[in-house]
């Protein structure tokens, strides 16, 4: 069975034709085409931890839950995320990640979108500022057996593991779990350069949320955020809803690193897609949701968390850097896709993993319309 998508090309602007075959992309042609349909790869999400109510770290996950998030990154464009599990209890991590399994076994839709989970701590640093709104009580020492019996909870499930090598501990965990194929990165840290540095030698290769989730004082020099940007084998993943990064630093960042060796992640949070308010969630307690979309408690400096999807950070991004949306569009596809099994890709025989929207330039969202996983469309509005 053939098929065939239209929309425009947002490298170029000119129209584009997509013919999909056995769930594939079969080729890619010039259209004559001048709606207001851009089409591309669906966006890739690193880091979700819920939305618009839905928690996976509330303790009471299941694979409903699972599959009500998964249906809800689709409609948003993301065609591939990773659950995000952050510090709990070792229970608590583990029934998440039995939930997730189990909505992977049970509904092909979150199979699909989801090839495996990330796990951001608990294996931080416990200091005020780098820990970020992590639990203190339930920070603890990097531990391959504790790792290990996730593992086996979940059949092989963690694929994407954040910690902060401050230790040896850590930087053998992080030895061990990369030596497994399993991406490892370094995040909600306090680690010296020196230690940085071992840790991307022993296999770390992302920053998770670089400039967030550190100290808000640090050394002009040497410091956490110039290690991770200068060492090559770490890509950075940068959260660009204009709230956790401003503008300049963004731009900083991504020059520093190169587009090649950076990427988008939302971290959203389950209050993500709801009205401004008040609300109480797992990570943070009681925050503020504001109309732009900060998200922190209130009458306070700090965030917890984020509440915008990745289209929006990806909108957000070409206006706060003056890039193209399709540079930007490259952070949250075939970059991030790196990271989960090589998807993102818009070539011929890649996955037929799409997305079609609207945009205009200054707009603060991309606005869906149809999303197509293996060129079945999952969802149009």
Not at 100 to 121: D, K, Q, S, T
Request: hydrophobic share 45%.
């Amino acid at each position: 069975m053939t098929a065939q998508l239209v929309g425009r090309d947002p490298d170029t602007g000119q129209g584009l034709a997509i013919s999909i075959a056995d769930g594939r992309i079969a080729a890619i042609d010039a259209a004559d085409y001048n709606g207001p349909l851009y089409l591309s790869a669906g966006l890739i999400d690193l880091q979700v931890n819920g939305y618009a109510t839905h928690d996976l770290n509330d303790g009471t996950v299941t694979p409903e839950r699972v599959l009500a998030l998964t249906e809800m990154m689709l409609a948003l464009g993301t065609t591939t995320f990773l659950p995000t599990l952050v510090t709990a209890s070792e229970a608590n991590i583990t029934a998440g990640l039995v939930a997730i399994r189990e909505a992977r076994a049970r509904y092909p839709l979150v199979a699909r979108a989801v090839p495996f989970v990330h796990v951001e701590g608990p294996f931080i640093s416990i200091h005020d500022g780098p820990r970020g709104a992590h639990p203190a009580e339930q920070v603890r020492d990097a531990d391959i057996a504790e790792y290990e019996r996730w593992q086996a909870a979940s059949g092989g499930l963690v694929g994407l593991l954040t910690l902060s090598p401050h230790s040896d501990a850590a930087i053998a965990l992080v030895r061990h779990a990369a030596g497994q194929g399993v991406h490892v990165a370094i995040g909600h840290t306090d680690a010296s350069p020196e230690q940085i540095h071992a840790a991307a030698a022993a296999g770390a290769t992302l920053s998770t949320h670089l400039g967030n989730g550190i100290s808000a004082l640090l050394p002009r020099h040497p410091n956490v955020i110039w290690a991770q940007l200068a060492d090559d084998r770490l890509t950075a993943t940068l959260i660009g809803d204009s709230h956790h990064l401003p503008a300049d630093t963004l731009k900083a960042m991504l020059r520093a690193k190169g587009l090649d060796k950076a990427l988008l992640v939302s971290d959203v949070v389950s209050p993500g897609g709801l009205k401004p308010g008040i609300y109480h969630q797992t990570i943070g307690g009681r925050v503020e949701l504001q109309a732009n979309g900060r998200l922190g408690p209130p009458g306070t400096p700090y965030l917890a968390g984020a509440a915008l999807p990745l289209g929006d950070c990806v909108a957000r991004t070409v206006t706060m850097t003056g890039l193209s949306l399709a540079q930007v569009l490259g952070l949250a596809t075939h970059n991030s896709g790196r990271f989960a099994g090589g998807r993102g890709l818009l070539e011929v025989s890649a996955a037929a993993d799409l997305i079609q929207f609207e945009w205009t330039p200054g707009a603060e969202r991309l606005t869906i319309a149809a999303t197509y996983l293996g060129g079945e469309r999952v969802w149009a509005r």
